[in-house]
């Protein structure tokens, strides 16, 4: 088995979820979010995502991250900051001597629904589904979960 650490970042909520897979099975073991002081200059807020991510992995152990990547956003200032906010999240993890792997959100969305324009919703429910969780978990950590399962998908399954 292999602990697997998806990151759905954000520059005000990023998610993390992790899930150990093998062989045609993928199993949860944990999942959450890292809220930053949307007060706190941006500076702040990345090392808050940093500190965040860090803390997961320490917790978790994992042995790879996946990470979603950056989609032109219409605003160009929120895809810079959301870009910042992935840069710290792939840095804690490189700090921690993982493995990052990308993957679109179209990619992501393909593994957990079979489509890759699926709504928000959809991948919640999916991801409550395949992982046999007694409630949807909230957005952003079922985004995250739905990378570590695409990772498990593209690398074991």
Do not use: W
């Amino acid at each position: 088995m292999q602990r697997i650490l998806g990151i759905d970042p954000g520059s005000r909520i990023t998610g993390y979820g992790i899930v150990d897979a093998g062989i045609g099975k993928v199993v949860f073991v944990s999942c959450g979010v890292i809220k930053t002081t949307v007060s706190y200059p941006l500076a702040n807020r990345l090392n808050e995502i940093f500190e965040g991510i860090n803390e997961v992995i320490q917790l978790h152990n994992p042995d790879v991250a996946a990470v979603e990547e950056v989609f032109m956003a219409r605003n160009a200032g929120a895809a810079l900051k959301l870009g910042q906010a992935r840069g710290a999240a792939v840095v804690a993890a490189m700090q921690n001597g993982l493995g990052v792997n990308d993957y679109s959100a179209k990619k992501v969305k393909r593994a957990v629904v079979g489509y890759g324009q699926a709504e928000k919703a959809q991948v919640q429910h999916m991801i409550k589904a395949l992982l046999g969780l007694s409630a949807e978990p909230s957005s952003d950590a079922a985004d995250a979960l739905a990378v570590a399962i695409c990772h498990a998908n593209h690398q074991l399954l």
